[in-house]
C-alpha cells in the first residue's frame, strides 16, 4: 500500500483535532512578525513585483536581497495559485518560488520557478500554513516550511549562486521531526556534497530523505 504522504496525513489529523484546537496551535515556524521596512527608492524599479504575479495567483510573500552577490536587489517571491483557498485539506495547489534579479537597465526579470517546494495552504495540518519564511543572505537564500500536530516536521531549503554555473544550486537541507509529547527528535541534514549538483528550479524535496520517528 502507498505511503501517506506527511501532508495528507497532517490534513487526516487535522479533521479529527476538535475546532477549538485549531485556534489555539499556531505554526510555529513562522516568521515573527518584523517592523514595516522603509520604501523603496523609486530607482530599485522593486514596485513591479506584482507583475509576476498573474492569472488571478497572489504574492504571498516577498524577500529582497542580493540573490547573486553582485550588490544588486533581487526578490524570492512566493506565489499564490487561485483557488487554494477552497481546496479540501491537504489537496490544494502548490505555491510557487519565484526568483527575480535585475537586468542591465534595473528591471526586474523571472530568473527562475520551482512549484515543488512550498507545499499548499492547507498542507499545514492543526499548525495551519506550512509556509514558514525565506531569508535571503548575499548571494544565497533559505526558504523554510513547518507544520504538523502531535509530530511537528519542518524543513529548511538553501540554494547558493554558482557564478560559474550562473544558477542557484541546492547546498544545504535540513528536515526535523519532533514529537512534542516525548521530545523525541529526527533530523536529516544533508550538506551540498550529499545532495549533488541539483539546480534550484529543479529541486524535489521528494527525490531526498525524509525523517521519521519509530
Given at each position: ?18 475546532a ?68 479540501k ?17 534595473g ?99 521528494s ?8
Amino acid at each position: 500500500m502507498k505511503p501517506v504522504t506527511r501532508y495528507r496525513l497532517a490534513a487526516i489529523l487535522l479533521l479529527a483535532t476538535p475546532a477549538w484546537a485549531h485556534a489555539q496551535i499556531a505554526n510555529p515556524y513562522a516568521k515573527p512578525a518584523a517592523a514595516p521596512s522603509a520604501p523603496q527608492d523609486k530607482g530599485t524599479k522593486m514596485d513591479d513585483l506584482k507583475s509576476f504575479a498573474t492569472g488571478g495567483a497572489k504574492i504571498l510573500e516577498s524577500t529582497k536581497g542580493d540573490l547573486t552577490g553582485d550588490g544588486r536587489q533581487g526578490a524570492v517571491l512566493i506565489i499564490d495559485p487561485p483557488g487554494g483557498e477552497n481546496a479540501k485539506l491537504g489537496e490544494g495547489p502548490a505555491r510557487d518560488v519565484v526568483l527575480v534579479v535585475p537586468d542591465a537597465t534595473g528591471h526586474l526579470q523571472k530568473a527562475a520557478s520551482n512549484l515543488r517546494i512550498v507545499p499548499c495552504a492547507t498542507c499545514g495540518g492543526v499548525a495551519g500554513d506550512p509556509y514558514g519564511y525565506t531569508k535571503v543572505a548575499k548571494g544565497q537564500f533559505t526558504i523554510v516550511n513547518g507544520g504538523g500536530s502531535r509530530e511537528r516536521w519542518s524543513d529548511e531549503y538553501t540554494f547558493t549562486w554558482s557564478a560559474a554555473r550562473k544558477d542557484w544550486l541546492a547546498s544545504h537541507v535540513v528536515r526535523k521531526v519532533t514529537d512534542s509529547d516525548t521530545g523525541k527528535e529526527k533530523i536529516v541534514d544533508l550538506s551540498a556534497k550529499e545532495l549533488g549538483d541539483v539546480p534550484f528550479k529543479d529541486f524535489d524535496p521528494s527525490h531526498f530523505q525524509e525523517p521519521t520517528l519509530p
